[in-house]
Structures are given as C-alpha cells and as structure tokens.
C-alpha cells in the first residue's frame, strides 16, 4: 500500500477529509520551498501537491502561471523539485508528496531516469497534467512499478468511458476539476459537484479531491461534504504572491490551518 493510499485509508477510518493544497516549486524563491511544505503539514495538510514549473501550462490560471514565471527565472528544474522533496523527507517519512506538472520536463529528464529519481527522492504521487489515460498506460505502469501513484484528472464534460478508462490506469486518488477553465476561477458549481462526485465514484473504486475554485474556508467545507478531500491551489499561490517572504512559511501555514477547522468541523 503506497504512502497515500495510507493516508486515505487512515483519513477514511477517521471519518475525515483530506487537505490537498498546491504550491510551485521554487516561488517565491527556492530556498523557501521545504520550509512552505513543512508549513502546509504543520496546518493540517494531509497531502501536498508540488507544482513543477513550466513555461507553457493549459490549465493553470494567470496566478499559477506566474508563479511558474518567477520560478523558471530564478533557474528553477525539474531536477531541483527533486532534490527539494529529498530534503523534506529527512524530516517527514509520512506525508504524501505529488508533483504535479506537464510532459516536457519529464521527457526531457527521459521517462525511466525521472521515474528512478522520484522514487529515489521520496515522490509518493505524480500528476501529468498533459498526459492522457489512453496514451500512457505504459507510463503508469512505470510509475507504479516504482512505487509511485500515477493521478489523473478528471473534468465536468468527462464522459463514462473517459472516467472508465481513467480509473484502469489510476491509483492513489483522483483529481476531479469542478469547472470548465483554468486554475483560479471563482465559478465554484456546488451543484454540478454534487451531481458528478456519485457518477465518477460508480467507475473508479478511488478517492476523489476535487480542486479549481475552492478559495476560503466556506468553500472548501461545502466540497468536503461531497467529497473524499479538498485540494487548494490558486488561492495559496496568490498568498505567497502577496506575502513577504519572511512571512510566507506562517501565513500559509495558517492560512491552511483555518481550512483544516473548517473541514473538521
């Protein structure tokens, strides 16, 4: 049992949902980033997904983008994300890590290499935003054969057969984006929420997060009440834009702290 499904296992046995939020790696400057995961555990996350930069994201929103721009300009690789969730796991053997990013830097590391170095380097997850499930069973065959979840997104306009063929290659969990665009909107459908989290779980025997638009308290605890765990990006992004960086480490970490109240409320 790979270190998230422990972790679902364990929130589930508990009757609780899980805390997934999302930071880039290397913003606002690399030598923040372990101390920003060690902060987001010390809220209460439960899993942390690590964006790695890229020059040409589809699905991030203006304040992921820039984040991704700050990063790249201070030299920011896929090789350092790597060398930053080793150090993490010096001092934290528990919590699940996913990257979360594009095929580019992948292939450019080559497929093999970047599968031994994220098992080498602690990553428990990995989250190709631009890899589809019809096109890379081979790559999530690799991944699992390391030890390492291969996570999949799913959308509002995810047909039966897409949300099938997914949940063949899957594992760890399942990403389902609340609406149609980009990170960062505000157009959270509560409704359509509701409506598509029992449709997905008829197909896939898999936990479900469901992020995009989730942005305070209030809305991440009405996801909760429908989902298997909350994940949170765009909004902890933005506070780490606006935020001195001697600061970062404590204002994100109770930024999230006031998420995991809310959701164990």
Same mark, same amino acid.
């Given at each position: ?10 929130? %589930? ?8 939020p999302f930071i880039t790696a290397g913003d606002p400057a690399p030598a923040l ?7 987001l555990v010390a809220g209460g996350a439960n899993v942390i997904e690590l964006g ?7 699905? !991030? ?14 030299? &920011? ?16 053997? !528990? ?22 170095? %994220? ?27 390391? +030890? ?6 799913? %959308? ?15 594992? +760890? ?17 509560l409704d359509s929420v509701a409506q598509r989290i029992p449709l997905i779980k ?7 997060? &469901? +992020? ?7 809305? %991440? ?45």
């Amino acid at each position: 049992m790979s270190r998230i499904q422990k972790t679902f296992a364990a929130l %589930a046995a508990q009757n609780k949902k899980g805390l997934v939020p999302f930071i880039t790696a290397g913003d606002p400057a690399p030598a923040l980033t372990v101390d920003l995961m060690h902060a987001l555990v010390a809220g209460g996350a439960n899993v942390i997904e690590l964006g790695v930069p890229f020059s040409d994201p589809m699905a !991030d929103g203006p304040v992921i983008q820039r984040a991704s721009e700050r990063a790249l300009a201070q030299g &920011v690789t896929l090789a350092h994300v790597l060398e930053w969730v080793a150090e993490f796991r010096k001092t934290d053997g !528990d919590t699940p890590v996913v990257l979360m990013g594009y095929a580019n830097p992948v292939e450019r590391m080559g497929i093999e290499a970047f599968a031994a170095a %994220a098992k080498a380097a602690g990553v428990d997850g990995v989250l190709i935003v631009d890899y589809p499930p019809e096109e890379c069973e081979a790559f999530a065959a690799l991944m699992r054969a390391n +030890g390492i979840d291969p996570i999949f997104l799913l %959308a509002p306009t995810s047909t039966d057969a897409r949300i099938e063929a997914v949940a063949r290659v899957a594992s +760890g969990y399942l990403y389902y984006v609340s609406l149609r665009g980009v990170t960062g909107s505000a157009a959270l459908d509560l409704d359509s929420v509701a409506q598509r989290i029992p449709l997905i779980k008829r197909h896939a025997n898999l936990p479900v997060g &469901v +992020g995009f638009g989730i942005r305070d308290a209030e809305s %991440a605890r009405a996801i909760g009440e429908m989902a298997d765990a909350v994940v949170i990006g765009s909004r902890l992004v933005q506070l780490l834009e606006d935020t001195p960086r001697a600061q970062a480490a404590e204002a994100l970490r109770a930024f999230i702290a006031d998420i995991r109240v809310a959701l164990d409320r």
